[in-house]
C-alpha cells in the first residue's frame, strides 16, 4: 500500500504494547508504529528496529500494529500505573497517525487506567488531541523536538518533517492550554546548530512557553561514520571539551532567562572521532 505522500505502509501484529525502559524519567515505551516517515538522518532509532526493511530504508516503509490496541488493553489491567513513553523510536504523530488514529487511542486507554503519557513528537498533527491533553492535564506532557529555527537546517536534517514554526505553534497553543510542555533540543550537532544565536531562541521559546528544556548532544552511531554521511565533516575531529563548552553556555541562558533546563539522554555522546 502506497500512501499519496510515497511512503510504503505496511501491517504486522504484534505480542506486546507496552516496554520497560531505562529512559530517565519513564517506566514504559509505547511505539504504536514501526519506522518513521521523517527520515531525520542523525535518527539513532533504525539501530533499535528488527525489521531490516525498516531500517534500511529509514523514511520510505513504516509499519502499522494492527493489534496494538487490544494487546494494550489487556496489559493496562494487570501492569502497574507508571509513566509511559510515547514515541522512544518512532513519531507517534507522524502522518499516518492522521489515518490510523493508534496513537490517540492508546493514549485514551493508558489514561483511563492511570498511567501518566509523555509525549515527544515533531508534528503539529499532536494539537488534533488537545480536548484529551486538557481533560487530563496531570497525566499528560508533550514535547516538540525544536533543533534549530533555520529552515535551511530542518531540510537539511529533517528532510520530511513539518516546518519549525508549525512546531513551535503547536507548542505555544498546547502551553496556552494549560498543557505541561516540553522542548528537546537535540541532537546538537557541532557547527550546525549549536551557535550562541540558535541557543538563545530556543532558550527564550522554552521561557515563553513555560516549558522545561532538554537539552543532548549527538550521539555518535556507527553509520554517523561512514565518509558518505551527510552529517560525517560536522562530526569528525570533535571532542568532549566542544560539549562541555556548549552546554554550559546553554546552562547559563538557562539560568539567565530562569528556564528549567536538564540534560537529555544519556551514553555516548560526541567522543574524539
Known amino acids: 500500500m502506497i500512501t499519496p505522500?510515497?511512503?510504503?505502509?505496511?501491517?504486522?501484529?504484534?505480542?506486546?504494547?507496552?516496554?520497560?525502559?531505562?529512559?530517565?524519567?519513564?517506566?514504559?515505551?509505547l511505539n504504536p508504529y514501526i519506522g518513521c516517515y521523517h527520515s531525520c538522518i542523525y535518527c539513532y532509532a533504525r539501530l533499535y528496529t528488527r525489521d531490516r526493511d525498516v531500517s534500511e530504508k529509514?523514511?520510505?516503509?513504516?509499519?502499522?500494529?494492527?493489534?496494538?490496541?487490544?494487546?494494550?488493553?489487556?496489559?493496562?489491567?494487570?501492569?502497574?500505573?507508571?509513566?509511559?513513553?510515547?514515541?522512544?523510536?518512532?513519531?507517534?504523530?507522524?502522518?499516518?497517525e492522521a489515518i490510523y488514529r493508534l496513537t490517540r487511542r492508546s493514549i485514551e486507554l493508558?489514561?483511563?487506567?492511570?498511567?501518566a503519557t509523555s509525549i515527544q513528537t515533531k508534528n503539529p498533527l499532536v494539537l488534533r488531541d488537545l480536548d484529551l491533553f486538557k481533560t487530563h492535564r496531570e497525566q499528560v506532557d508533550v514535547g516538540l523536538t525544536i533543533t534549530s529555527l533555520?529552515?535551511?537546517?530542518?531540510?537539511?536534517?529533517?528532510?520530511?518533517?513539518?516546518?519549525?514554526?508549525?512546531?513551535?505553534?503547536?507548542?505555544?497553543?498546547?502551553?496556552?492550554?494549560?498543557?505541561?510542555?516540553?522542548?528537546?533540543?537535540?541532537?546538537?550537532?557541532?557547527?550546525l546548530n549549536d551557535d550562541e544565536e540558535t541557543i538563545i531562541q530556543i532558550v527564550e521559546l522554552a521561557r515563553e512557553t513555560k516549558s522545561t528544556l532538554y537539552y543532548d548532544p549527538i550521539h555518535v552511531k556507527p553509520f554517523l561514520l561512514n565518509p558518505n554521511h551527510q552529517l560525517y565533516n560536522y562530526i569528525t575531529g570533535k571532542t568532549?571539551?566542544?560539549?562541555?563548552?556548549?552546554s554550559k553556555k546553554i546552562l547559563d541562558y538557562c539560568i539567565e532567562h530562569h528556564v528549567h533546563c536538564k540534560p537529555g539522554f544519556t551514553g555516548n555522546s560526541v567522543n574524539k572521532v
Open 5 to 29: 505522500r510515497g511512503v510504503k505502509i505496511r501491517f504486522t501484529s504484534v505480542k506486546t504494547a507496552l516496554s520497560k525502559t531505562g529512559l530517565p524519567e519513564l517506566d514504559y515505551a
Open 58 to 96: 529509514w523514511g520510505e516503509v513504516v509499519v502499522v500494529k494492527t493489534n496494538l490496541l487490544s494487546i494494550l488493553a489487556r496489559e493496562v489491567q494487570k501492569y502497574p500505573p507508571g509513566i509511559v513513553g510515547i514515541g522512544t523510536i518512532t513519531d507517534p504523530y507522524q502522518p499516518i
Open 110 to 115: 493508558l489514561l483511563k487506567k492511570n498511567f
Open 150 to 191: 533555520n529552515e535551511d537546517i530542518r531540510r537539511f536534517i529533517e528532510p520530511k518533517t513539518p516546518p519549525y514554526n508549525a512546531r513551535v505553534e503547536a507548542l505555544r497553543k498546547l502551553s496556552l492550554h494549560g498543557v505541561k510542555t516540553w522542548i528537546f533540543y537535540g541532537p546538537v550537532i557541532p557547527g
Open 240 to 246: 568532549r571539551d566542544w560539549w562541555i563548552r556548549v
